[in-house]
């Protein structure tokens, strides 16, 4: 069973720094690419980051609002990605949930880790 934690959140004033932290336990099938979604106001969870984690390939995508101020970063050896957010403003506001996609021979996987909250004031 594969079970993914999150850790880093908090609060801080715009302009601030976090770096969140999602560690994933090992599973029998190749993970196809992890990943950050926020929920905010509307309870819609939109991707923030994500990362290719499979052999071989290291694609990154990031949403429009938090490219250039945003990094994903993967640890494979310890089956941890982090996001690492500078210049926070008030709008990244939310609930961050770690996602992984796990290969299947019948069927991706998906996972999601509990949440971490982040807020930020003005």
């Known amino acids: 069973q594969v079970q993914l934690v999150e850790s880093g959140g908090g609060s801080v004033q715009a302009g601030g720094s976090l770096t969140l932290s999602c560690a994933a336990s090992?599973?029998?099938?190749?993970?196809?690419?992890m990943g950050w979604y926020r929920q905010g106001p509307g309870n819609q969870r939109i991707m923030v980051a994500h990362v290719s984690t499979a052999e071989g390939v290291g694609i990154v995508q990031y949403e429009n609002t938090v490219r250039g101020r945003c990094k994903i970063l993967r640890d494979t050896a310890k089956n941890v990605v982090y996001l690492q957010m500078n210049a926070l403003k008030v709008e990244d506001t939310g609930v961050y949930f770690c996602k992984m996609v796990v290969s299947h021979p019948i069927q991706d996987v998906i996972y999601w880790g509990p949440g971490t909250q982040v807020t930020v004031s003005a």
């Open positions: 090992k599973s029998d099938f190749p993970t196809e690419r």
